[in-house]
């Protein structure tokens, strides 16, 4: 370096920028880098909402896979069915593997069995009285004779009351995948249908990424040839997504550089300026990506993807620096950059402080995912500033020498100056228009659907619709969610609703729901159940009056005496107990406990189909009246109530944000006048860019709130340098070509984004580019409100 | 040459009598054909089940009605009440106080026994056949439909079925479960005005 502004102060700004970028590497090498969709879950408010995003982060849903097999004929796809699900049981990584063979759940059966007499909602007192046992004796002969009574027949000595068979016809809701040939199958029976869930967490996604591996393995070794595995649910969407996430912000950093970097050097036509404007760039990759790993504790993989998007603004300094701070003729060499921070640092280092203000309110979002964002933005401006402040007049002290298109840029710019007002009325009027369609449109303004910050395509949406309708009745999105401080609160809370609940049953309104407590009755549950119990020869004399005259002898029912005095000393069912037990994986996904401590048990309903079933929720509603700590809830009404509830919250942030900028400049122009004139521009580009959208009939979301931000954010750096030429007298071509040319690297690096195939940067870029180059058409044409503006050529 | 021609009339005449034998002749698709003319009906029934290891047989008595093309409904008067109504796939059981649905497709064996009761009431033949192995015998007066079960896990469970009538009218219907158990249906028709088929 021959050159040192400041001289020694120069070298202590490039040490400390050295130092900061060494401790920036350091945090990011120890960086965890995160990809799960559930950062653009809001971090949900009230308690039956933390629940739901608690189920859909780390719940059995996260860990579930729906599998199809396509194609074929019928008998090749059940062999599939059955050797694929028996290899997959064989394998660790699988906690359960459903594919209609019940023959898998012998351990559950024998559980239950040993256990009838604490499980079956029909013990009572009653019951074992002598009418309640000739009854129930009835109940069970009634199905020998018929083919169900193959299942009774070799049980009957030992549960002659049939309490397996009540137990089991509670558990069953009678709806499920259509059955043939012992495997599950789509209702048109073009395909064959299996679910399986994996030991490890839905968040975990290396392990999910390796269980669809091993899943598409264990498929080819036992496929024939025709048939095909489709695979969707939570998991395979979630390591999607990080792969593509992945492979498209490579691709966009990759050519949004190369094409950046083509455009500087045309216009600059220096590797030397090329290389000192990527400096600020990389400087604020780095600090953000660092911030975000010290303020969150990890990194998502889309803060990243969206972080690339500060290029955009970043090089604007490093090119308003490079073109502004040019030696003119007569100044002294290498003291270009001092007439710089002199005359433009005030102007950026607004245009930095107001774009701060705007991804602050993103900073306090209730989406993490939001947060990061915010975070990454506001720590890359500030250090992409701080490195064109202070490192770039070191080894740049006179900005770029190189000329390219410059020349061209500014005359380009000049004469946009000079003609754009005098379409001025033209343009307010477009921008009234603009108001006023809004106006007209504003109900179906915005966005009502979570799913818009989905990475997930219409495609695999609908065949995940599809396969959830097959296996799951298709509203295993409805559940009750029933809290409490301990375990037995929550279990005796449950027993409370599932008898709400009974009553929907027995109407038809419900084809059947799921409760923890048939697996893990409360402890008074258990113990009324014990107490109903007779001794032995109580139970002996009652059995004798209620068989007389019937088709079994009660002295064939000794074994039947037997278990009851066996079940009257059995210990007790816990939650404790039930670990390692074969029905240890569905307590755990009917039971959970939330991050705060507190107990959830979930029941997940089972509506009837048609119109009996419609009316269900609203039944389930009544039917909870009273109860404080259970609720109904629809899972997607739920999320959608939530996603208004956050862009309700960021459209009031981006409000503030917005207040935040106008404040800022107005304390620095101290002008009302100037003020309104710097804010006119940037209101207009964001109303005609809503316009726009509106008259294409494409609702704006959250991430299209945080484009229009990024627009004020952007747009306010040509407003203010456009209001301070205008105030200098007569604007400089060069200034005006620096201008230009960091629209021109905003507008194609946000084109590029807007073409991505993640439909949140999508909606990013297809804000950002158009708004930005309004934001720029729209400020020169308000620059000169007295007459086109004479330009000084340089 | 009028000898080979008088054998070839011969052969001729007697093909000819074969064939109109065997379009005379009663088989599965006359049984369908006859059956099928029938939309509804309604029924008395008893039901006598001997099952091994009970003292004496079981008997229950009820009414059972049918309605083309898939309803079908049975009422066990005694010794309790009891209902099994099949709508469609729609399967609704109540005993005592309690009532549950099932959807029938997601019980198989379930959804072939229903199908041998409706296919036959219906005519269907092509439900039958599509679960059983169906062989027919007698005539149109009175016939015996023998249903074998194509499933082999419903054939560990179902032996036979072997269901008897006179016209459209189903008289007996015999279940015999593979492990030795037998169940026979006697059904009594009801309200001949019910009916919409010829007499």
Not at chain 1, 189 to 203: D, K, N, P, R
Not at chain 1, 253 to 277: E, Q
Not at chain 1, 666 to 689: E, F, Q
């Amino acid at each position: 370096m021959t050159l040192r502004p400041g001289s020694g102060r120069g070298w202590v700004a490039v040490l400390s920028w050295l130092a900061a970028l060494a401790l920036g590497a350091i945090v990011i090498a120890h960086t965890r880098f995160s990809a799960d969709l559930t950062a653009f879950l809001p971090a949900a408010p009230d308690a039956r909402q933390r629940a739901l995003v608690e189920q859909l982060k780390s719940g059995i849903a996260a860990r579930t896979l729906l599998i199809a097999i396509r194609g074929g004929e019928p008998a090749q796809r059940a062999a599939a069915s059955r050797a694929l699900a028996d290899r997959l049981r064989a394998d660790p990584a699988f906690e359960q593997v459903l594919n209609g063979d019940f023959s898998a759940f012998a351990a559950i059966g024998r559980w239950v069995f040993d256990r009838r007499y604490l499980l079956s909602p029909a013990v009572d007192a009653r019951r074992f009285s002598v009418e309640g046992l000739r009854e129930a004796i009835d109940d069970t002969l009634s199905l020998l004779g018929t083919p169900a009574g193959a299942l009774v027949k070799p049980v009957l000595e030992r549960d002659p009351t049939g309490e397996a068979q009540r137990i089991a016809e509670s558990a069953l809701s009678g709806g499920g995948p259509r059955t043939q040939d012992g495997i599950w199958i789509s209702r048109d029976g073009q395909l064959a249908l299996l679910m399986t869930q994996s030991h490890a967490e839905g968040s975990d996604l290396d392990a999910q990424a390796q269980t669809l591996v091993t899943l598409r393995a264990a498929f080819a070794t036992v496929a024939t040839s025709g048939l095909d595995l489709q695979v969707s649910g939570a998991p395979k969407f979630a390591v999607d997504s990080r792969a593509q996430i992945q492979a498209e912000t490579r691709a966009l950093a990759l050519t949004g550089t190369v094409l950046m970097g083509g455009l500087l050097l045309i216009t600059f036509a220096s590797l030397r300026a090329l290389a000192a404007a990527m400096v600020p760039v990389a400087t604020g990759i780095v600090a953000g990506v660092a911030s975000v790993s010290l303020v969150f504790g990890s990194v998502h993989g889309a803060t990243l993807g969206f972080g690339t998007t500060l290029i955009g603004e970043a090089v604007d300094y490093a090119i308003y620096y490079l073109i502004q701070a040019r030696g003119r003729t007569g100044d002294a060499p290498a003291q270009g950059w001092r007439r710089w921070v002199q005359q433009s640092w005030p102007t950026v280092r607004l245009g930095v402080l107001t774009s701060i203000c705007g991804f602050l309110a993103l900073a306090f979002s209730g989406f993490p995912g939001l947060a990061q964002l915010g975070v990454f933005s506001i720590a890359g401006l500030i250090a992409a500033a701080l490195t064109t402040r202070h490192v770039l007049p070191v080894f740049m002290p006179d900005g770029t020498r190189g000329m390219g298109l410059r020349r061209q840029l500014g005359h380009g710019a000049a004469w946009l100056v000079r003609t754009l007002p005098r379409v001025r009325h033209g343009i307010t009027a477009l921008g009234i228009a603009s108001l006023a369609f809004l106006l007209w449109r504003h109900d179906t303004l915005w966005q009502t659907e979570l799913s818009s910050l989905s990475p997930v395509s219409g495609e695999a949406l609908a065949l995940d619709t599809r396969l959830r309708d097959e296996l799951l009745a298709g509203d295993e999105r409805t559940m009750v969610a029933v809290s409490g401080h301990d375990v037995q609160e929550v279990l005796q809370r449950v027993e409370v609703v599932s008898a709400r609940l009974d009553a929907l049953v027995q109407s038809g309104q419900l084809l059947g729901y799921e409760a923890i407590t048939r697996w893990l009755p409360s402890l008074a549950t258990q113990q009324r159940r014990r107490d109903a119990l007779p001794d032995a020869a109580t139970l002996s004399a009652r059995l004798g009056e209620a068989t007389a005259g019937g088709s079994l002898r009660a002295a064939r029912l000794a074994p039947f005496v037997q278990a009851v005095q066996q079940a009257r000393d059995a210990p007790p069912i816990t939650p404790e107990s039930l670990a390692g037990t074969p029905i240890a994986p569905l307590a755990a996904a009917l039971l959970v406990r939330s991050s705060d401590g507190t107990n959830i048990a979930l029941l997940p309903v089972v509506r009837a189909p048609g119109p009996v079933g419609d009316s269900a929720p609203a039944a389930i509603g009544q039917a909870l009246r009273g109860i404080d700590a259970a609720q109904a809830f629809n899972v997607g009404d739920e999320l959608r109530s939530l996603y208004l509830h956050y862009i309700r919250e960021a459209q009031g942030q981006a409000l503030l944000g917005a207040a935040g900028v106008v404040l800022l400049m107005a304390l620095w122009l101290r002008s009302l006048p100037r003020l309104l004139a710097v804010c006119k521009p940037l209101l207009l580009a964001v109303l005609m860019t809503m316009a726009a959208f509106a008259a294409a009939d494409v609702p704006l979301g959250i991430l299209h709130l945080v484009g229009l931000l990024l627009v004020v954010a952007v747009g306010s750096n040509y407003s203010l340098f456009l209001d301070w030429l205008r105030h200098q007298g007569a604007p400089d071509e060069d200034t005006l070509a620096s201008l230009l040319l960091a629209n021109l690297t905003i507008v194609l690096s946000f084109g590029l984004i807007a073409a991505s195939a993640i439909p949140a940067l999508a909606a990013i870029g297809r804000v950002v580019a158009p708004g930005a180059m309004l934001a720029l058409l729209l400020s020169a044409a308000y620059a000169a409100p007295t007459g086109p503006l004479a330009v000084r050529s340089s | 040459m009028p000898a080979p021609d008088r054998r070839r009339v011969c052969i001729g005449a007697l093909a000819l009598l074969t064939a109109t034998r065997a379009v005379a002749a009663f088989g599965f698709d006359e049984l369908m054909t006859l059956l099928s003319q029938r939309k509804s009906g309604e029924a008395r029934f008893s039901e006598e089940r001997a099952v091994s290891g009970l003292d004496q047989p079981l008997r229950y008595t009820g009414t059972m009605s049918f309605k083309a093309p898939d309803r079908l409904e049975r009422q066990t008067l005694t010794p309790r009440r009891e209902s099994f109504i099949v709508d469609g796939n729609q399967l609704t059981l109540q005993r005592g106080e309690r009532v549950r649905y099932l959807t029938l497709d997601s019980v198989p064996e379930l959804a072939a026994m229903v199908t041998a009761l409706r296919g036959t009431l219906s005519g269907d033949g092509s439900a039958l056949r599509h679960h059983f192995k169906a062989t027919v015998d007698g005539a149109a007066a009175r016939w015996t439909l023998t249903l074998v079960p194509l499933d082999l896990r419903l054939l560990g469970v179902v032996r036979l079925l072997r269901i008897d009538g006179m016209q459209s009218d189903v008289r007996v219907v015999e279940l015999q479960l593979a492990d030795g158990d037998r169940s026979v249906t006697t059904i009594e028709p009801l309200a001949p005005k019910a009916r919409s088929a010829t007499p």
